[in-house]
Structures are given as C-alpha cells and as structure tokens.
Nanobody
C-alpha cells in the first residue's frame, strides 16, 4: 500500500504563504487521484483541493483563488500552494490518495497555523 509523507507546514502570519508537499512511496503515482483535506479543532475533516490522475482540479469555495494544487509525477509528489492565508485556514492538513480498485490512503498530517 502506498505511504504518504507530508511536509511544509508551520506558523505563518495572516496574508502569508506556505507550500505543502506530499511524497508518495509508489512507482505508479501517475494513476493516483490526489487531494488535500484539513481538519480544524472541533470541526469535521473537509476537502480543500483535489487533482485527478489526468490533472483536473477542484477546490473548496473557501480557498478558490488563494490555493493551488499541483502534481509532479516524476517526483511522486503533490503540492498545495497556499497564498493569502487567513486565521481560519489554521488546521491539520492531510494528504489523500486513491486509485481505481485500490484502497484509500491518508498521510499523517501537517499542522498549519495562521496567526500574528
């Protein structure tokens, strides 16, 4: 089963930027659909952005025009570029992967804190 390792989280001031990375341990990364979810304290986990194995993307309304998801198949990595960060973006961000007829896989999560 594929393993996912997130990195890039941290503390940033409102209006700042961060880029999250998720590295997948698989030689068939290109067939995976990938996504980023987040979970804030006391709230349910929610979809932030997704990218299919064909490169089609979709975003939560709350992050449109601020966040960009992308993938680099040669490096088995998916990214989440986050700009114009707001305090309400504070959450643990999780990488997610699935493929046709395969299991769903979650990363361990990385904390993003937006605060002055």
């Amino acid at each position: 089963q594929v393993q996912l390792v997130e990195s890039g989280g941290g503390l940033v001031q409102p209006g700042g930027s961060l880029r999250l990375s998720c590295a997948a341990s698989t030689s068939i990364f290109s067939i995976y659909n990938m996504a980023w979810y987040r979970q804030a304290p006391g709230k349910q986990r929610e979809l932030v952005a997704a990218i299919t194995n064909g490169g089609k993307t979709n975003y939560a309304d709350s992050v449109k025009d601020r966040f960009t998801i992308s993938r680099e198949n040669a490096k088995n990595t998916v990214y989440l570029q986050m700009n114009s960060l707001k305090p309400e973006d504070t959450a643990v961000y999780y990488c997610y992967a699935d493929r046709p007829l395969g299991p769903k896989t979650w990363g361990q999560g990385t904390q993003v804190t937006v605060s002055s």
